[in-house]
């Protein structure tokens, strides 16, 4: 039973990178060559988290009329925490000691929560955006500086692929 459950994961890991491999392979114009299967799977990974985080924000907020800070920041708590599990278990595959890895992490998610979820999402939507677009906005600066601040501090390994 045990030898069952640890080829699940593997499995999972396995078949998540054929994917991204797939979609390297069709990039045009060489960019295969350039763009990193990390980058492709944190793409992945951060579609599904942003998903979540639409979702508990629109019913936070939207539906039960929760204050835009709250309702933004439980719906970001609950997407960040399943974007760790998910990159570094499918994406990353880091085998590091989760302590020292989770205090970074918690560090760059505080910087980025700060700078583009209630910094931008808030100032786009006091100048009048709907804040489903403010937050789509935010989330624009914020996948740059997540995958940069994952690759590159959080699941570190020392070398460029994967």
């Known amino acids: 039973m045990r030898m069952e459950t640890e080829a699940r ?3 999972a890991v396995r078949w998540f990178h054929l994917v991204c491999d797939r979609l390297i392979a069709r990039l045009p ?3 295969g060559l350039l763009v990193a299967p990390t980058f492709v799977g944190y793409l992945l990974v951060s579609g599904c988290t942003f998903a979540v985080d639409l979702v508990v924000l629109t019913a936070l ?3 039960l009329g929760l204050a835009l800070p709250i309702a933004v920041t439980v719906a970001y ?22 302590g020292p ?10 910087v980025n929560y700060l700078v583009f979820i209630l910094g931008v ?5 006091a100048l009048g955006l709907d804040y489903r677009i403010a937050r789509v906005l935010g989330g624009l600066g914020e ?3 997540m995958y940069a601040s ?3 501090l959080v699941f570190r390994t020392g070398k460029l692929g994967r």
């Open 9 to 11: 994961p593997a499995r």
């Open 29 to 31: 114009f060489g960019l």
């Open 61 to 63: 907020h939207g539906a």
């Open 77 to 98: 708590c609950a997407a960040f925490g399943l974007s760790y599990l998910l990159n570094r278990t499918l994406n990353f595959e880091s085998h590091a000691a989760v």
């Open 101 to 110: 890895q989770v205090a970074v992490y918690v560090v760059v998610v505080a």
């Open 121 to 125: 999402t808030s100032g786009v939507a």
């Open 143 to 145: 996948g740059s500086f």
């Open 150 to 152: 994952m690759r590159l």
